[in-house]
């Protein structure tokens, strides 16, 4: 059996791209259960790191040069490990139970392995399959 294969042709077409909007909306659901008294500190600085993960690799995809891509995709990596910092504190302080935490960390393990994926493509270590 043949498969066709699709053409990027948007960043939404990205899988990366996809897992990280995913992460975005589950930390805007997760950090609703945080206490108020965070609105302006932890839930503004997660929401902010998991928004910048997606916009990253959205922003990346635009450029045309694989320099300019590369560093948008480590932008996005930073955001991400940003955002595991956090986690691990909301964890630490009692926002999190151990459930969400490694619900949470391990859809951000996935999605820093797909970023790192895409930074190989585009250094051309890794063939377009």
Do not use: C
Not at 4 to 26: M, V
Not at 72 to 77: E, G, P, V
Not at 114 to 123: C, E, M, Q, R, T
């Amino acid at each position: 059996m043949e498969t066709k294969k699709t053409k990027i042709r948007s960043f939404t077409d990205l899988t990366t791209w996809k897992e990280a909007h995913k992460l975005a909306i589950s930390i805007y659901k997760l950090t609703e259960k945080f206490p108020k008294a965070e609105r302006y500190g932890l839930i503004d600085q997660m929401k902010r790191s998991a928004v910048s993960v997606s916009s990253n690799i959205a922003e990346g995809f635009s450029r045309h040069s694989n320099l300019e891509k590369k560093h948008f995709y480590y932008q996005a990596l930073g955001s991400l490990t940003e955002l595991q910092n956090q986690l691990l504190l909301s964890k630490d302080i009692g926002y999190l139970n151990k459930n969400l935490f490694e619900q949470s960390a391990s859809l951000t393990v996935s999605v820093s392995k797909l970023i790192n994926s895409l930074i190989k493509f585009v250094k051309g270590t890794i063939p377009n399959t």
